[in-house]
């Protein structure tokens, strides 16, 4: 499941993720939404983050102490082990994009 979109889309080609209705969550999200509005829809969604614990994302961005200016993605390729690469597949080439967000 967590690969089903891999290989659908070239990475270094914006055209084909916006073709695979990439930043249609985006532009929803900046459009018509609040930052609380999305951290109410995130955490109703009950999406969890993709680190071992599976934190409730929609809780970590509730403490955030300034809403709509935490980080989103990119902290488990940094905090990973050298030479682990578990996230890169996931997020150079599967489309991040939900219709729930």
Same mark, same amino acid.
């Given at each position: 499941?967590? %690969?089903? @979109? ?13 073709? #695979? @209705?990439?930043?249609?969550?985006? %532009?929803?999200?900046? @459009? ?14 009950? %999406? ?10 929609? %809780?970590?961005?509730? #403490? ?16 990973? #082990? ?5 996230? #890169? ?13």
């Amino acid at each position: 499941m967590v %690969l089903e @979109n891999a290989g659908y889309i070239d990475p270094e080609k914006i055209d084909d993720y916006i073709a #695979r @209705n990439g930043y249609k969550a985006l %532009l929803i999200v900046l @459009n018509e939404m609040t930052p609380s509005g999305v951290t109410h829809r995130i955490t109703e969604s009950e %999406l969890r983050g993709r680190g071992g614990g599976g934190y409730p994302t929609g %809780l970590k961005w509730a #403490r955030c102490p300034r809403p709509g200016r935490c980080e989103i993605c990119g902290l488990q390729r940094r905090r990973g #082990r050298p030479g682990a690469f578990m996230d #890169r597949s996931v997020m150079e080439g599967d489309r991040i994009a939900s219709s729930k967000a």
